[in-house]
Every structure is written in structure tokens, then in C-alpha cells.
């Protein structure tokens, strides 16, 4: 599993209810036994001292791979504009070296640049036709002189530019363009320019002429490969990464991005897929389609990090809901106690005034009326369960009742609830990986292309707020979105 770097401390969440339902019923519905044995002494004290309830952590940055596709036809368009289409001129007579009575001069026609992409490099390739002429002037005599490539079959130069290609801070292209090959496009006859009576091949002087003549334009590439601005396409792949994105009926994946970071640049075709790292803090929410915001496109950034998200569950069941959980599990079941009996009504769940899990019971049977434990959940590492094992009596709020009936303050009522007071992990684990891998593979709107795989999902803990009862969750894994446009954005560009 990679990981991402921690940055700031986002709040990444979901609200939902439907399977947390099921497991706040489980709390009441474990073994029928009587739990461990407890201390009435610290019942007497439950209603004085209760610490504060845990925290909950501040969530990591998540990191996706982004590759992102780019067409350079339109930069390649650019090129064949700023690259002359002919070198060379025959009224200009070259001597072949010091002093020599020889001279030559050629004209070069470049033929369009044929273009294709190998990892990170573009490579343009063209072939120059060219024609030649050579001449002698002896001490005595007129000039001698010859020609080639004067009819319809000239002597034929290839040349290979390659030019890595890379982004910048500002979404422009950068380039270094170079020569790496330049030579005749064959070894026959019909690509050499070679004056026999004259001594004279000019062939190799042709290249070095061809070369010098390219050369003086790579500049030129460069900085027309500088001019080609991505951001209006950034722009589009920034806005369809900010878009919602829907896991099921009124649940949302909000990807969150805050920044693109180059990683690399490799190619296929006349495509160059850039390879990005996105800096992200998901967010997975419920209710109608959000607002789509999309935040202005922010510098291009350099990659410092493998990829990996972190994305913080919630999931939170409302006082009422679990209310009614804990009461159809709970109502009708019996407490014996020193030979006498009670039987549980309804039970009510709340957050106390100190922040904790408040249970109001109500009994019938030889006592009649409420009692009200409290305590915090928390997560057992050895078990893998949500539990509450310090429920105790709430003597703030029963001191009556249980001066009632002080048979009540027994260590078997509380173990009762305390043992029934758990929340096995395994169908949180199980419905928050499903709902992440519903939302890391699929394809949202022709455009987005989402695929993930988690690696974790690990409970940390239980936390008693104001609107319920909200149980966290880690999920750590890989995941990448792809963003490619749809086939008829293509064709009208």
C-alpha cells in the first residue's frame, strides 16, 4: 500500500444511516448471560467523574494517480509553421574547402513533419529532396560544372528531431528539441550526389549543410512548443474532477481536489499522456445533487509523493433511530435480582450534558420506572468490538428511583448492559469498503474513469455527538482517475 504525505486536516465524512441501524440493534442482542461482575462502589461514583469523550482524529491528505491525455496535433501544427520548407539556395556557390576552384551550392524541399510520441519524447520526421549542383574552375578553361536531382527523382535526406515534452508551473508545454539523426535515406545511388568527372561528391557537405540549416531553427521549435497553453484543457479536467459523483440514490463522492502535481510525461501515438499526482480530500455525503464549485485551476505542481488515499468514514444513526434499534431488541427481556424481577420497556438513547452515551431504560415488574446509565464507547482492539464497558447508573438524574428501589444499584443490571453493550466492526468494515469500491470503479459520465482498490478499512472508534451516535472509519488504499474527453469534444478539436 502506498501512502500520501499529511497536510492540513480536512473533514472527510459520510452520513448515512441505513447499516448502522442494524448494528446499534446488535448492541442488545448479544449472548443472554449475565456480564462480568462490577463494583457497586464505582456505580456510587458514576455521577461525579466523567471524562471527556475521545477526539476524533484529523484526517490525512489522499493522493490519486490523474493521467491526463493531450493531442500535440495542434503543436505540431505550430511546428511545420516555424521550420522553413526550403534550405539552401543554388545561386549561392559554397566552396568545397580553402582555396578550392570546386564550389557547390543545393536547394533542400522539406517534405511535412510525420510525428509520434515514445515515452516522454515527441519525434518529428521529415524527409528533405534536394537538388545540387558542382563546378570547376580550372587555371585554363572555361568552368566546368554538373548537376543532380534535376528531374523527377531528387536525392532524398531523412531527419529526426526528438524534443522531450513536459509541463510547467503555467500549463504551457516545454521543450528541448535536438537532432538525432539526420542522413541519406539510403544507400543507392539515387540519394548520393556524386560528380565523377568532377571528383566531386557533394553528399556529405549536403548533410552538414541540412543540419546546420535545421539547427538554426530548434530554437525556433522550442519556443512555439512554449507557446501551446493547456489551460483551457486543465481547466476542463480540473472542473470534472470537482464534479459529485454518485455511489448510490442520494449518496456523493466529492473528490475534493486541491492540487495536480506532475509525476511524468510519456506518449503513444500523437498522444501524450500526462502522468499527474492529484492532491485530494474526499468527502462522501448524502442528500440531494451538490452545488457544483469549482475552485480556479491552481499552479501545476511537482511531484513529491506516491500516490494513495485516505478517506475517514462516517457513519451516524440519529438518537431516534436508536432509540427504536435498542428498544425492539431489548423490550420484554427479563433481570432477575435477589429473587426479584424486572423487565425492560423502552429504551432511549441520548447524549448526556457531558457528552457521553446516555441509556434511559424503563422496567416494569418489581420496579417501576426509568433508570439512566451512562458511559463511553470505544473501540476493543482484541475483539474488534465497539463497546461501552463503562456503562454505569447515571445517579445525577436516578437518585430517586434508586433510592426506591435500592435492590436496582446490582451488579447484575449493569453487567446485563454491558454486555449487551457491543458493536462488532465487521458489517462497518464490510459496508464502507463496498460503498468505496462502488465509488473508485466505474466510469462517471464518458468522462471521468475511476479505478481503485482498498487495502484497509480499520474502525477508530465510536463517537457520542449532538445529532447521534457516528461510527469512524479509515480506508486506505491505491486508487486513479483517469479524465479523457468525450469521442465528439475530440472531433470538433
Known sequence: MRHGTTARAPIVRSVASG??????????????????????????????????????????????????????????????????????????????????????AYVATRGPFTAFARDGEVHLRTTLAYTARGSYAPPFGP????????????PRIVAELVAPLTLVANWHLRSKARIAS??????????????????????GRVLDAARQGIEKHLHDIDATV??????????????????????????????????????????EGRTLNVAAGLDAYPLIVTGPRPTLIVPPLPPLGTDTATAGFHVALE????????????????????????????????VTASRSIHGRLALTVAFTGDAVGDVQFVGTPRMNRATDQMVVSDLDFDLTTNSQLINAYAWL???????FFRERARLPSAPVIAQGTRLIELGLNRTVGGVLT??????????????????GLTVRALVTGDASVAVRPKRRQAARR
Request: charged fraction near 20%; include cysteine.
Open 409 to 415: 444499584r446490582s451488579d447484575v443490571l449493569l453487567g
Open 19 to 104: 447499516g448502522l441501524v442494524a448494528l446499534l440493534a446488535v448492541m442488545a442482542a448479544c449472548r443472554e448471560g449475565a456480564g462480568p461482575a462490577v463494583s457497586a462502589r464505582s456505580a456510587l461514583g458514576a455521577g461525579t467523574s466523567m471524562p471527556a469523550p475521545p477526539v476524533p482524529p484529523a484526517p490525512t491528505m489522499s493522493r490519486f494517480d490523474v493521467p491526463l491525455a493531450y493531442d500535440f496535433t495542434e503543436a505540431l501544427t505550430r511546428v511545420e509553421r516555424v521550420v522553413p520548407k526550403t534550405f539552401g539556395s543554388l545561386a549561392e556557390m559554397k566552396p568545397t574547402g580553402t582555396g578550392s576552384r570546386t564550389r557547390y
Open 450 to 467: 475511476l479505478a481503485g482498490r482498498v487495502d484497509s478499512l480499520v474502525v477508530l472508534g465510536v463517537y457520542v455527538e449532538p445529532r
Open 226 to 267: 512554449g507557446a501551446v497553453d493547456l489551460t483551457r484543457q486543465a481547466t476542463g479536467w480540473w472542473t470534472h474532477l470537482n464534479a459529485p459523483i454518485r455511489l448510490a440514490d442520494d449518496v456523493w463522492l466529492l473528490l475534493r481536489p486541491s492540487r495536480l502535481r506532475l509525476m511524468g510525461v510519456h506518449g
Open 182 to 203: 539526420l542522413a541519406a535515406a539510403s544507400t543507392d545511388a539515387r540519394d548520393g550526389c556524386r560528380f565523377s568527372f568532377l571528383s566531386i561528391d557533394v553528399t
Open 315 to 346: 457513519g451516524t444513526v440519529d438518537y431516534a433511530t436508536a432509540s427504536r434499534a435498542l428498544t425492539s431488541q431489548l423490550r420484554g427481556k427479563t433481570v432477575a435480582i435477589a429473587g426479584r424481577t424486572v423487565r425492560v420497556g423502552a
Open 143 to 154: 568552368t566546368l560544372s554538373a548537376s543532380c536531382g534535376t528531374g523527377a527523382v531528387r
